[in-house]
């Protein structure tokens, strides 16, 4: 999960496929051993290539363009950022990503994080409508999350 947002990985022998609940993004890992390309048109995913080693998918991100966020504080970076990510199962259902982040132009030194995500097999991917008006998100939620827990009338969710 992307914060409370599922995240559906879908692997085929070529590419993975993450799939976000969340604005109904999608990203795409190049698995068939293509290197980064040089002067690729920056993106808010980027451009990803990845290889295993062992039971490990490690992942190298180049491309990013000035609206990716590293983290939820909105961490600044240039389109020298390289992120390399290292995909593991920590235990049965739990998926552990490690995150290295290297960027000259913009910090001091490379910097590291670690995700732990939790497989939830009972969810799905629902449509994100995050920047529909309100009014019609109201609505629509109010008939796609009925008698759910996820589902909040605007006067719940601001504690009236």
């Not at 009972?122 to 589902?151: P, S």
Request: charged share 30%.
């Amino acid at each position: 999960m992307a914060g409370n947002q599922p995240i559906e990985i879908v692997q085929t022998p070529s590419q993975v496929y993450l799939l976000f609940e969340a604005h109904q993004m999608q990203r795409r890992i190049y698995l068939d051993g293509r290197k980064l390309p040089e002067n690729y048109p920056s993106s808010f995913m980027g451009f990803s290539t990845g290889k295993y080693d062992g039971d490990t998918l490690v992942v190298e991100t180049a491309g990013l363009n000035d609206l990716t966020w590293l983290d939820r504080g909105g961490i600044p970076h240039s389109e020298a950022l390289r992120v390399t990510e290292r995909f593991r199962r920590a235990a049965q259902g739990t998926l552990e990503i490690a995150f290295r982040f290297d960027d000259p132009k913009a910090f001091t030194k490379s910097w590291e994080a670690k995700k732990t995500y939790q497989l939830k097999p009972d969810w799905e991917i629902l449509e994100n409508i995050g920047y529909c008006e309100d009014r019609y998100r109201y609505n629509f939620e109010r008939k796609a999350f009925r008698g759910t827990v996820r589902w909040q009338s605007p006067e719940q969710a601001v504690g009236r």
